[in-house]
């Protein structure tokens, strides 16, 4: 696949492959492996958001877990900004994390339960000291105020907020190095629709205020059709099929993506849609013995930008 090939993209990931070995439990000797990522490529422009979308255990989370340092990647290269990330020194780590940041699922997990909400957002401004302490405090109420918090907030702590209040805060949190990319790991699942439709919202006017880039990790594609671009469909590890919102949501090709849109739900009966091809297909296991060879896929271009994996 040369969908990720452009040298205008902020993130530039090429045949992405993370394994995690097996062990006996003895002596840690490795007897399988899980097969998370395999052959991941796709890129991000400034700006824009790509999507990853796919069922549970199909390598989302890992992808950007490994994209931001978290899980180690076996093979395969991750550039930003036209530079390789992949075996960055200590202090370009350091570097590199003011650039890109990470929204996680949980809210209140990520956060420290022990810190108020002032001492949260100020810590990564005083550990990369971005600007002069005098000035922290008043960085803090802008913070509250991008993502519509009162700045008395900031006084509180973590348990004393509702769930949307908290991933307000984690936003907050994320934005406070003056990210260019931000990575959403499930950032809306946890929170009930009138809540989730807010902070969707408050996503893409901060996007569009500050120009960020988002990685938008999701299963609900009612979302990812609301905040997207570009969308890309993983399966078993891989990319089967990536391209504009509007190719995957009004043309989708490989058979996955048109189970997955025929899975979504509809309120509305007289929208339904009679034909449903939601056959009862066991999915393969992602753990693997040592000697496994994966067979990977090969794309091609249905449209421009639009590239499906092409049938075994």
Same mark, same amino acid.
């Given at each position: 696949?040369?969908?990720?090939?452009?040298?205008?993209?902020?993130?530039?990931?090429?045949?992405?492959?993370?394994?995690?070995?097996?062990?006996?439990?003895?002596?840690?000797?490795?007897?399988? !492996?899980?097969?998370?990522?395999?052959?991941?490529?796709?890129?991000?422009?400034?700006?824009?958001?790509?999507?990853?979308?796919?069922?549970?255990?199909?390598?989302?989370?890992?992808?950007?877990?490994?994209?931001?340092?978290?899980? /180690?990647?076996?093979?395969?290269?991750?550039?930003?900004?036209?530079?390789?990330?992949?075996?960055? @020194?200590?202090?370009? !780590?350091?570097?590199?994390?003011?650039?890109?940041?990470?929204?996680?699922?949980?809210?209140? *997990?990520?956060?420290?339960?022990?810190?108020?909400? @002032?001492?949260?957002?100020?810590?990564?401004?005083?550990?990369?000291?971005?600007?002069?302490?005098?000035?922290?405090? @008043?960085?803090?109420?802008?913070?509250?105020?991008?993502?519509?918090?009162?700045?008395?907030?900031?006084?509180?702590?973590?348990?004393?907020?509702?769930?949307?209040?908290?991933?307000?805060?984690?936003?907050?949190?994320?934005?406070?190095?003056?990210? /260019?990319?931000?990575?959403?790991?499930?950032?809306? @699942?946890?929170?009930?629709?009138?809540?989730?439709?807010?902070?969707?919202?408050?996503?893409?006017?901060?996007?569009?205020?500050?120009?960020? *880039?988002?990685?938008?990790? *999701?299963?609900?594609?009612?979302?990812?059709?609301?905040? *997207?671009?570009?969308?890309?469909?993983?399966?078993?590890?891989?990319?089967?099929?990536?391209?504009?919102?509007?190719?995957?949501?009004?043309?989708?090709?490989?058979?996955?993506? /048109?189970?997955?849109?025929?899975?979504?739900?509809?309120?509305?009966?007289?929208?339904?849609?009679?034909?449903?091809?939601?056959?009862?297909?066991?999915?393969?296991?992602?753990?693997?013995?040592?000697?496994?060879?994966?067979?990977?896929?090969?794309?091609?271009?249905?449209?421009?930008?639009?590239?499906?994996?092409?049938?075994?």
């Amino acid at each position: 696949m040369t969908e990720a090939q452009d040298q205008e993209y902020l993130l530039d990931v090429k045949n992405l492959t993370t394994y995690f070995s097996i062990t006996d439990g003895i002596i840690a000797r490795p007897i399988a !492996r899980v097969h998370a990522v395999e052959n991941v490529t796709f890129g991000i422009r400034p700006g824009e958001t790509l999507s990853l979308v796919g069922e549970s255990g199909c390598g989302k989370t890992t992808t950007g877990r490994t994209i931001i340092g978290l899980e /180690k990647a076996t093979s395969g290269e991750i550039n930003f900004e036209g530079k390789p990330i992949t075996n960055l @020194s200590q202090d370009e !780590r350091r570097k590199f994390s003011q650039s890109v940041q990470m929204i996680f699922q949980d809210p209140y *997990s990520s956060l420290n339960p022990r810190m108020s909400i @002032s001492d949260t957002l100020a810590e990564p401004i005083r550990v990369h000291k971005l600007i002069e302490p005098s000035e922290i405090d @008043s960085r803090i109420v802008d913070l509250l105020q991008k993502v519509n918090l009162p700045p008395e907030f900031g006084k509180r702590y973590p348990h004393e907020f509702s769930g949307g209040q908290r991933q307000r805060i984690s936003i907050a949190r994320a934005l406070a190095l003056n990210p /260019k990319l931000i990575i959403c790991d499930e950032a809306v @699942s946890a929170l009930d629709v009138t809540i989730k439709a807010q902070v969707i919202n408050l996503l893409m006017d901060l996007q569009e205020e500050l120009n960020l *880039s988002f990685l938008f990790i *999701s299963h609900d594609m009612a979302t990812v059709e609301r905040i *997207s671009h570009r969308v890309a469909v993983m399966y078993l590890g891989q990319i089967v099929e990536i391209g504009s919102r509007k190719d995957i949501f009004e043309n989708p090709t490989h058979p996955y993506t /048109k189970k997955l849109l025929s899975a979504v739900p509809v309120a509305d009966p007289r929208l339904r849609r009679t034909e449903r091809s939601l056959e009862p297909d066991e999915i393969p296991s992602a753990t693997k013995d040592l000697n496994y060879v994966p067979e990977i896929v090969t794309h091609e271009e249905v449209a421009p930008g639009h590239f499906v994996a092409k049938a075994a």
